[in-house]
């Protein structure tokens, strides 16, 4: 691929790590290209299946896509038991530091047999394969191993991110009738505790399937127990039953592994399914590739387990590769902006995943935070999330990787599972572009027929082949998960973001086409905003659109028409933007709310946020043709 001339900016990856990494790199895009099924069939005999698979691929019911059909397999028994049976068992798989300084790490050994305890206990309250249970906490070792405790027992893990509110737990609770909850007492961040444990007694009050709550202390503060519900996590972990005997469950490579709510285009966000054999090739697969990990790595993504990175790549993928995971709790400048540099060299980090919101975070202390540690550890660095500006790319790749450190630029999704459009270690890179698609992904960006548009003309991205980690449909709602991925171009799926591919073949992301809008990375739908805002009495209607933001990427601005009888006064604006924060957490609080008297509406209702988008950037708003008024 060097050999090209490539146009615009481009960085060649330094020798040593071309030398590391090309012979895991270099042929697999020749040999994927040749034959897409044995490419994925000659990666899935690397993990240990307790049966071997009939088929790799059945598509004869699109787009319901199996992979790996008459397989059975457990994830968590390829993430921990098989590293078990090897010398491997005493070495580190999760390092975790708290906000506050605490240390705790787990070797193989240690975290299987966490797990197992936990896996018991599960079973014992009445865990069945099959069943939901629901984990809310902040970063700490419990969520990885509630996480790998469903999994065994082939439960299925709905995690709800910590930093999501009463309304948001409410209604995740709700629809994915979890029979269990696991909780923390409290989450530390910033000093400060956020009170999940209250929050989730709020949300519970209206979820009527959960049996059981089971709480970790992590805060210790006062909370309230409720007597034959509330259940400590550490006194259960005590009890001679955790001890019982092997609880494994092993399930067919199809079963559900997880369920991960995200936003869409409407109100009401879906819970996307990821099952147990695909997914674990898919993200097994990728992290070896991408990120290059070897045996004696220590690797650190900084997202949250709440989120599908964390799912994929803090979890999943590196104990399947028998990595060293790294868990940090707290935020990445607190108490001050050298947190993140201190660690990575504390723990000799070797790879370093974040979001660019993160980096431009940190970008704004200036150079001298992270230049007083020795970052020497660090071979590679990654970025998710969203487009990277090339700006922050620039002082990732010099300060941070003092360039050395090739970057890569991973474009995935919810719904994707794993890595789709990335560089690899031996990749050329261009700051701001994912490069390629992953071997074996066929991607392309064409236009509103489906046709491909020419090099550097804006289109909608799309994937033309299955892949074995994609989602596998929409929990309890199987017509949504046709509609929206596999309606508009048929056999296509539609990812909801546009792009353009330059002469080169390197794609480049321009952004949601949808009503998603990516806040820090996060991604959150204008009608969840909107809906917060109208459960508000004040409210009669309102609208959320996305602004760009130098640090978040976008910002959300909200509208609102006020019902007659209330009156805009500031202390109704801030009671507003606390409501959206109470309802669906603080991620969500709009950065301003402003009163309107009108909303820009199509004749059939729908409100035209491209109008108000244009109208706050100063824009022309273009074809106005189907306003209404
Ligand atoms: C959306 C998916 C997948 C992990 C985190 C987000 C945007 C993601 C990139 C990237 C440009 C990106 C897209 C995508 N996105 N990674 N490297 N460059 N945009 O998962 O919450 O499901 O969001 O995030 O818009 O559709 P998610």
């Not at 490419?39 to 993990?47: I, R, Y």
């Not at 059909?69 to 590293?83: P, Q």
């Not at 999940?196 to 006062?222: F, M, P, W």
């Not at 794993?418 to 071997?439: A, D, E, V, Y």
Request: charged share 25%; with cysteine.
């Amino acid at each position: 691929m060097s050999e090209k001339k490539l146009t615009g900016e481009v960085y060649f990856p330094p020798k040593d790590v071309v030398k590391y990494a090309n012979a895991r790199c270099e042929k697999l895009y020749e040999s994927a290209s040749e034959d897409i099924e044995a490419f994925w069939a000659s990666e899935a005999k690397n993990l240990f299946w307790h049966k071997k698979w009939s088929q790799v691929l059945d598509d004869s019911n699109k787009p319901f896509y199996k992979w790996f059909v008459g397989a059975k397999t457990n994830i968590a028994y390829n993430c921990l038991d098989v590293h078990c049976q090897t010398p491997r068992r005493n070495k580190l798989a999760l390092i975790w530091e708290g906000e506050k300084g605490e240390f705790h790490s787990f070797s193989y050994f240690a975290l299987h047999r966490e797990t197992c305890k936990f896996a018991n206990i599960l079973k014992s309250l009445g865990v069945k394969k099959g069943d939901r249970v629901t984990l809310y906490m902040g970063r700490i070792p419990e969520l990885v191993i509630g996480m790998l405790a469903c999994a065994r027992i082939g439960a299925i893990h709905s995690v709800v991110y910590g930093g999501f509110s009463v309304e948001a737990l409410h209604e995740r609770l709700e629809d994915s009738q979890s029979k269990v909850l696991i909780v923390a007492d409290g989450a530390w961040q910033r000093g400060k505790i956020i009170e999940l444990k209250n929050i989730a007694d709020e949300a519970l009050q209206r979820a009527a399937t959960v049996e059981s709550v089971l709480v970790v202390k992590r805060t210790g503060h006062q909370i309230n127990m409720e007597s034959g519900r509330d259940m400590w996590y550490h006194e259960l972990m005590n009890l001679p039953i955790a001890n019982n005997s092997d609880c494994l469950e092993v399930v067919d490579a199809e079963d559900p592994l997880f369920m991960l709510y995200t936003s869409g285009t409407t109100g009401k966000p879906k819970a996307i399914l990821h099952t147990h054999g695909g997914y674990m090739v898919g993200t097994y697969t990728t992290l070896k590739y991408v990120f290059d990990i070897h045996e004696e790595d220590r690797y650190w993504c900084a997202a949250d387990p709440g989120w599908i990175t964390g799912h994929s790549y803090i979890v999943y993928g590196p104990l399947l590769n028998g990595a060293t995971s790294f868990l940090y709790e707290g935020a990445p400048t607190y108490p001050y902006p050298h947190r993140w540099w201190q660690m990575i060299e504390k723990y000799g980090i070797n790879i370093l995943y974040t979001a660019p919101t993160a980096i431009r975070g940190l970008m704004r202390f200036g150079d001298a935070w992270p230049n007083r540690y020795d970052l020497s550890s660090l071979r590679l660095l990654g970025s998710v999330g969203e487009p990277i500006n090339p700006e922050a790319w620039r002082w990732y790749y010099k300060v941070i990787g003092k360039e050395q450190c090739p970057i890569m630029d991973t474009w995935w999704q919810t719904e994707t599972g794993m890595f789709m459009i990335t560089p690899m270690p031996c990749t050329p890179l261009k700051p701001g572009s994912g490069t390629k698609p992953f071997p074996g992904i066929v991607a392309d960006v064409v236009d509103e027929a489906g046709n491909s548009v020419k090099p550097n003309e804006e289109g909608y991205l799309v994937i033309k082949t299955p892949w074995p980690s994609m989602l596998r449909t929409i929990w309890n709602d199987p017509d949504r998960y046709v509609n929206q991925y596999w309606s508009k171009y048929p056999g296509m799926y539609m990812t909801g973001d546009s792009a353009r591919k330059d002469e080169d073949g390197y794609f480049w992301i321009i952004g949601r086409v949808d009503d998603v809008i990516k806040v820090s990375g996060y991604r959150l739908g204008t009608a969840e905003i909107e809906s917060a805002l109208v459960s508000h009495p004040a409210v009669a209607e309102a609208a959320a659109i996305g602004l760009p933001h130098e640090v978040k990427g976008n910002a959300i601005y909200s509208y609102v028409i006020l019902r007659s009888g209330y009156e805009k006064t500031d202390k109704l604006l801030e009671e507003l933007r606390l409501h959206v924060g109470h309802e669906v957490g603080p991620i969500a609080k709009p950065e301003q709310v402003e009163v309107v008297d009108q909303l820009p509406k199509t004749r059939s209702g729908k409100i035209m946020r491209r109008v108000l988008k244009a109208r706050a950037l100063g824009q022309d708003p273009g074809n106005l043709s189907t306003l209404e008024e």
